[in-house]
């Protein structure tokens, strides 16, 4: 091989530090998806009085796994830390178990799977949340174990490409869950239309950049996943405004935060956002910022 040839092979290989600041941008998605399902579980598991004591796993769970993260965007070590993905690995699989148990909190209702179950039963997708923040954050700990002149890999596979799919289909799905709960909502405020199109829209864009051969990411797909991951915060911002738009408003908050809009689900979309960019910055071929 030419050096000419040697050297855009190396160009193609992510460099220790692109890593390390790509494991640190994962773990800040997985914290932030841990944030948002404690913070919405207990509140949706308070309304529901905690009358299973499971519901209070969830609670435990995604407070050690913002834990375990906010613990590894100071460690600059690269090397896994097997208690962190230990504690990963614990919240993908409660992901999973709560996703069962929402399912057949709607399934044994009268009309199964009818909109009224839908729209006011357990929420379908919600530990869906803690499952994916399991998941990148146990890929964190793998892309920052990566060998200097090695391309990070998940599970035996190119790390950006296989969190580029995640992170793409959360997206989508995040999106379409926002979109019964919107419809629930009438689409009273036009913005409503803004997290049921921006982020899918940004998760196709990813979709389609980890299938690219020679995989080149877009400006437009990069805008799409920082637009998202503002809409995030933006969403909580007009949910609060929901909230204060009940009767009593913030006085009755205590009552108010419980029936009004969720305020801890829209940052999920921020969290994907930036797994997605750091997706990209395993993909490219230059840095991202």
């Known amino acids: 091989m030419s050096v000419r040839g040697l050297g855009r092979v190396m160009a193609r290989v992510p460099t220790k530090p692109v890593a390390l600041r790509s494991a640190h941008r994962l773990g800040e998605a997985s914290g932030i998806l841990a944030l948002s399902v404690l913070l919405h579980s207990a509140l949706e598991h308070y309304r529901g009085s905690f009358k299973n004591p499971a519901m209070y796993t969830p609670l435990a769970v995604s407070a050690m796994t913002l834990a375990v993260?906010?613990?590894?965007?100071?460690?600059?070590?690269?090397?896994?830390?097997?208690?962190?993905?230990?504690?990963?690995?614990?919240?993908?699989?409660?992901?999973?178990?709560?996703?069962?148990?929402?399912?057949?909190?709607?399934?044994?209702?009268?009309?199964?799977?009818?909109?009224?179950?839908?729209?006011?039963?357990?929420?379908?997708?919600?530990?869906v949340a803690i499952l994916l923040a399991g998941l990148l954050g146990a890929a964190a700990e793998e892309v920052r174990n990566t060998r200097p002149g090695h391309a990070p890999r998940v599970l035996g596979k190119q790390a950006g490409r296989a969190l580029g799919v995640v992170s793409g289909i959360g997206l989508i799905g995040t999106a379409a869950e926002a979109a019964l709960l919107h419809f629930r909502g009438a689409y009273q405020n036009p913005f409503m239309i803004a997290p049921v199109t921006i982020p899918p829209l940004a998760g196709a864009l990813l979709l389609h950049e980890t299938a690219r051969r020679p995989t080149r990411h877009s400006r437009l797909t990069k805008w799409g996943l920082r637009l998202t991951a503002l809409l995030g915060f933006a969403g909580a911002g007009f949910h609060a405004r929901g909230v204060q738009r009940n009767m009593g408003g913030w006085r009755n908050w205590r009552q108010n935060i419980l029936n009004g809009p969720p305020l801890p689900a829209p940052p999920s979309f921020t969290g994907l956002a930036l797994a997605g960019l750091a997706a990209l910055a395993l993909l490219g071929e230059r840095k991202d910022g």
Do not use: C, E, M, S
């Open 69 to 127: 993260d906010a613990h590894a965007r100071g460690d600059k070590r690269p090397a896994v830390h097997r208690i962190r993905r230990g504690v990963h690995i614990t919240a993908a699989l409660t992901g999973i178990a709560g996703t069962g148990f929402h399912l057949y909190n709607i399934l044994k209702r009268p009309g199964r799977l009818a909109w009224q179950n839908l729209f006011y039963g357990a929420p379908v997708a919600a530990p």
